[in-house]
């Protein structure tokens, strides 16, 4: 488990980045009649990746990971200042910190989950289990087309 202070400075960076997106607190963009009010609308490459997630997810939980997993490696090369670095030991722990806070946002905003339902999702085992797994999917498939290259 992540020490007391590291758990700070992840709630915080949570709830910055959920006020960054204009998720926090609000119901899901299709139940949300009217997005005009809004001073500043989820990113349209985030409410992109979360409708694709969606449909993935009627599949299987490990389709709804592996989308995620791919989107995000390109929402990260067009906006590397998603990535906290001040708060990760390398890009890597930087973008696992950023998937886990995109996966709490997405289930707020398909399911209008409050944020501590978001992250006790987040948090149990068989998710932890379904991700790392998602995860060594991921990496493999990254690095097929690398070996085949060599």
Known sequence: MASLNKQQKRA??????AKQINIHGRKPAELDDDLGHLAEPIPEYTLAMFSKMRDAEAVSRGEMLSVLLTNLAF??????????????????????HLAADMLIDYRMWADGMDRETAQAWLSEPQFITDFGDALDVYSRSQAAPEEKAE
């Open 75 to 96: 929402i990260i090369i067009d906006h590397p200042e998603l990535l906290d670095m001040e708060n990760a030991d390398d890009e890597g722990m930087a973008a696992t």
């Open 12 to 17: 915080k960076r949570a709830k910055a980045k």
